[in-house]
Structure formats: C-alpha cells, structure tokens
C-alpha cells in the first residue's frame, strides 16, 4: 500500500508546505511558535529514520528509492530524486543538527514566524540537494538554501550582522555562476540530446581540456562553500555576527554542501580531471590546516576563533577526497559528519556563553568555570573532540585521512611524508589553539566578572541539546562502524574502476 508513496518527495517538501502555517498560528506570545518548529523537524527527522530503517538496503551499492517526475518539458527538468549511502548519512545529519538548532532558537522573540518559516524552508533545501539526481535541480536547491540563509542572517544576529550576510550572499552567488555554466557544460555537450540526469552525465565523456575547465568550475563553486583557501573568508564574519542558532547551520550543514558536491559531481562525473587536480586538493588543505589553526590562535573573539577552528577541520574532508584511496575518501565523508556534531556544538556554547557574559573578548573572559560548571564540562568535552582526542568522532576520520594519503598509489613517497608532516602539525596547533581557548575562558580570574557575579549556568534546554550533539560522537569514535557502512554508493564503485590510472 505504501509502494507508490513518494518518499524521497515527501521529506523533502514536508518542513516547507509546513512553514506555510506559521502566519496562521494564534498570536499570543511565541509559546506556540517555539513548539510548532522542533515538532515539525522532529517529525521530518523521524520520517526520515522510518524510510531509511524500512525502505534502504544498506548492502546496495545502487541509487534507491529512485522518483521522477516531469517538471519542465521543454529543456528535459526533471524532478529525479534518489540517495545511496552518502546521500544517506549527510541527510541523517541535516535532519538531527536543524532539529536541535530549533530548540537552540528559543530565545529569539523578534520576528518568530518570519525566523522560523527560513529555518524550514533551509532544512527543505538541504535535503532537496542530497536527494537530487538531477544536476538542475542540484543547482536550484543549491540555490534556494541561499535566500533563507541569508534572512537569518541579516535580521538576527550582531551589529555588522548585515554586513556578514551580504559578505556570504556574494560569495556563494558568484561560486553559483561557476556551478551553472560547468553543469549546463555537462549537459548540453555532444550531438545527442540534452540531459540533466546524473546517472546519463556519468557515461559521457569530455575532451581532457574540457573536462579539467568543467572540474575547475565546479571546485570553484564547492570550495565557496566548504569553504576552502581563499574563499573561506565569509565564514568567520558570518561566524562572529549571527545568532548562534542560526550558526549552527553555517557550521554543521552548510560545508558538507560542498564536500557533498567534490564527491558526488567531481569524482563521480569527471573522474579523469579529478585524478589531476588530487594532489593540488591535498596540497590546499594540507595548507589550509596550517594557515586557518594559525589565525585561529591569532583571534581574540571566541565566534571567530571557533570559525577557523572550521576551516581548520576541512582541510581534512580535502585532503580525504584528494586522496583517491578508500580510506581516505572514508575519512572526508566521516570528518564531513563528525564536524557537523562539533562545529554545530561550539557555536551554540560560545553564544549561549555571551548570553550570560555579554562578551565574546577573551580578554575578558576568564573563571567562568565556579559559576558555570555545566558549560565549562559541555565545552571541554567539544574541544577535546575538535582536537582529535582517541575514543571521539574527530580521532577516526582523521586517522582515516593520514591512512589515505599514506596508502595512495597515486604519489610519490616524498609527497606524502610532506603531507603527512603538514597535517601533523596541524593536529598539534589544533591542541595548542583549543587548550588555550579553554584556559583563557574558564580559568585564572578577570575582575570584570565581579560586575556580574551571579552568572547563570546551563539551563535543561542547553544541556539536553549540548548532550545530544555529543552522544554520537563517543558513539562514532567508539564504534566507526556506525557509520563506515553508509560508504556504499557509485561513488566508490567509479574510483575504484580509476584508481590505477596514472
């Protein structure tokens, strides 16, 4: 009976037909407003395990739950949806972080229905581009996450919050420009006729200067979003000047876009330039670690050294998806979601953090530990997770990524010992930049915390959401497996057909 339910459809329009509600809600107070979002993503994420427990064989290397429908006739859009074990894991995600972030929003009570409404609208599109098996409407989802992004961004958040969101708008829209003349590019070429669908883009096949331009145009576009050197630099504006809920996106979702993209567009589609491009990917984030730990320690604002704690961390999904080996395209996709619980994490605890303190200065910080135990604990625990500590999400992909690059076939020996050099001192700056936050934050003493000596610590809603977020990571870190099985999908079918080309 459930056999011609549009599933994949169904999760991807629900949280956006059920944003259409808000503006009909009674208007008495926000109560109702605060419960009516987590509900309706909590009930999108329990979707979302039903069709998955139920409907996807975890042992198929296949695109399931394949859906198409005409959308426009005339230039062959599709409405095609479909997921394997990638699509699988990074929906997964999308689905727990946004549902938290709801909860995380309780405080805001200016303009609720219109904040709530783009957190909606951003979880459709979200999903609507992991599930896409159409590059068109890979692109109009890439798209639409932009417009609600960038209205929380704009409204809520600090002084120069217009500025950050005007920042992220025209960096992601001129990446867009990229992405969409590379996949009309795809589409359009050769005699047949035009197609969109992914899986017909997979068998053809490009002049080698065409296909170099076309994987440049999409890293291009990716990079914007991951984000990596040069074009990061918008993500520690954002960082700094939103409200720390809607950071939680930004954080957690938004560069698993891009790294979604590197896998699913260029590796999959135009495996030959990739194989190219490999050693300039690890190059740059194997640079990008060092670079973004180093201005990491250099910030004295707590959003913004968090935000290159980011850029840090994604020079490891680079150096994975550059490396053309198993292990280490296993460690991208693991570091992808591993970030996703810790980055969503640290945003939430430094704003919450400035709620109480009204300062994010580190200068101005310090003793926090005696009157807030409760944040001291949940932000040790994330800052041991961000820097890699055994037994935590952090330590598995990112042995996976060394593992990758040290087992490659594709580099010579002096290449990788380089790299593997560059990455090792980038987890050691991680230490050196995380243990000092912490150390400048809860210890030793600031007079001007006598001003306000009655410091509230966390409250339930902060601890049940902080608590949640950590959960999986000591689960992945215990047991990668959780995880590492999701890997099934074409992607790895398609390297492992090209991993002995030179």
């Not at 991807?12 to 503006?23: D, G, K, N």
């Amino acid at each position: 009976m459930m056999s011609n339910v549009p599933r994949l459809t169904t999760i991807v329009l629900f949280p956006t037909l059920a944003s259409f509600l808000l503006p009909i809600l009674p208007r008495s107070g926000n109560r109702i407003i605060r419960w009516y979002t987590p509900g309706i993503c909590i009930s999108e994420f329990s979707l979302i395990t039903y069709i998955f427990h139920s409907h996807f064989q975890f042992d198929s290397q296949s695109i399931q739950l394949m859906e198409t429908s005409n959308w426009i006739n005339s230039i062959h859009f599709h409405w095609r949806l479909g997921i394997d074990g990638l699509s699988m894991s990074l929906i997964s995600l999308t689905g727990f972080v946004t549902t938290l972030a709801t909860l995380a929003a309780w405080p805001i009570t200016r303009n609720t229905r219109l904040f709530h409404f783009s957190m909606l609208v951003t979880y459709s599109a979200q999903v609507g581009l992991f599930v896409s098996r159409d590059i068109l409407l890979f692109f109009f989802m890439w798209e639409l996450e932009l417009i609600p992004v960038y209205l929380l961004l704009c409204l809520w958040g600090g002084r120069r919050r217009l500025y950050s969101a005007t920042k992220f708008v025209s960096y992601t829209a001129g990446g867009s420009i990229f992405l969409l003349v590379a996949a009309l590019t795809t589409s359009f070429y050769g005699n047949g006729v035009p197609s969109f669908d992914i899986q017909v883009l997979m068998g053809k096949s490009y002049p080698i200067s065409l296909e170099i331009a076309l994987h440049l145009g999409f890293l291009i576009a990716y990079a914007v979003k991951l984000p990596l050197f040069p074009f990061h630099t918008w993500l520690p504006d954002t960082h700094g000047e939103a409200h720390y809920s809607t950071c939680m996106l930004p954080a957690g979702v938004l560069p698993k876009m891009g790294g979604y993209g590197l896998i699913r567009i260029n590796l999959e589609l135009l495996i030959h330039a990739h194989l190219l491009f490999g050693s300039w990917l690890i190059l740059l984030g194997a640079v990008q670690i060092i670079y973004a730990s180093l201005a990491s320690m250099s910030q004295h604002n707590l959003k913004r050294r968090i935000a290159y704690s980011s850029i840090s961390h994604m020079g490891f999904v680079a150096i994975g998806i550059g490396s053309l080996t198993d292990a280490g395209i296993n460690g991208a996709i693991l570091q992808m979601i591993s970030h996703g619980l810790i980055g969503a994490a640290l945003p939430l605890l430094a704003g919450t953090c400035y709620d109480r303190t009204h300062t994010l200065s580190l200068d101005e910080l310090g003793g926090v530990a005696t009157p807030m135990p409760r944040l001291f604990t949940m932000f040790s625990a994330f800052s041991l997770a961000s820097l890699a500590l055994p037994g935590m999400s952090g330590f598995v992909s990112e042995l996976l990524v060394f593992l990758g690059v040290v087992t490659s076939e594709q580099y010579s020996s002096l290449f990788k010992v380089e790299i593997t050099v560059l990455e090792a001192a980038g987890t050691v700056l991680v230490s050196i930049y995380s243990l000092s936050m912490l150390r400048r934050m809860f210890y030793g003493y600031r007079a001007s915390n006598e001003s306000n000596p009655h410091l509230i610590d966390f409250g339930p809603r902060e601890v049940f959401t902080s608590t949640c977020l950590f959960l999986p990571i000591l689960g992945i870190g215990s047991y990668p497996n959780l995880i590492l099985p999701l890997r099934n999908s074409e992607v790895f079918s398609t390297l492992l057909s090209y991993s002995t080309v030179k």
